[in-house]
């Protein structure tokens, strides 16, 4: 066998297993949250869009949680900021709703909620966050608790649509880049790396004001 032919079928192998793996991922990334979500002791919606703290206060004033936390709030943005997204969080902001304002990537958020479950005594939590984003927070979350039982609550943010994702060119960079950072962090775990250093310092974009 020639050596370039190995290098064509070393490369043509590389081609097919990451075909596969980002296949897997769009199938993760796309999933549709239980309509029959069941309860759990609480609730975190990471920032990075408006539908998530909608669909995060629907959960909480549907009962789906004793408190609701939405971690990666920026420094700027004041309770009546979040009301106006949400007005509905009005009657709970006082009662059952936790602001984090230290996270400021994905890294953090788990971080930050795993300290405030650990806090309230809380073993199960419900997670809402984008559908492309959730595959990468869930294994963070994991990564730092194994024994949290996490429940996902993917949620689509307007206008994307990813029923039809290789249709639309800035959705396939969305989820392609989005699937990069998500080996980067299983490799990060995989090393034992915490990565609290120049990723949680240079990643900002999901720390997003209102």
């Not at 609480?42 to 909480?60: F, P, Q, S």
Request: aromatic fraction near 8%; hydrophobic fraction near 40%; glycine fraction near 8%.
């Amino acid at each position: 066998m020639t050596k370039s032919r190995s290098v064509f079928i070393v490369l043509t192998g590389l081609i097919l297993l990451a075909s596969f793996s980002f296949t897997a991922f769009i199938r993760l990334a796309i999933l549709a949250p239980d309509p029959h979500i069941p309860q759990a002791d609480g609730i975190v919606v990471l920032t990075g869009g408006r539908d998530r703290i909608n669909d995060a206060v629907a959960l909480l004033t549907g009962g789906k949680g004793q408190r609701l936390l939405i971690s990666g709030v920026h420094d700027k943005t004041s309770t009546a900021d979040l009301v106006r997204i949400e007005p509905k969080l009005q009657q709970w902001i006082d009662c059952c709703v936790d602001l984090d304002r230290k996270a400021t990537n994905t890294i953090g958020n788990a971080v930050e909620t795993i300290h405030w479950a650990h806090e309230k005594g809380y073993a199960s939590l419900i997670v809402v966050t984008s559908h492309y984003h959730m595959p990468r927070a869930l294994q963070e979350f994991h990564a730092g608790d194994p024994r949290l039982q996490l429940i996902a609550y993917p949620v689509v943010p307007l206008g994307l649509d990813l029923d039809h994702w290789w249709s639309d060119s800035t959705t396939i960079r969305l989820l392609f880049g989005e699937w990069i950072k998500y080996h980067g962090a299983r490799l990060r775990i995989s090393l034992g790396l915490s990565g609290m250093g120049s990723e949680a310092t240079s990643d900002n974009s999901e720390r997003q004001d209102p």
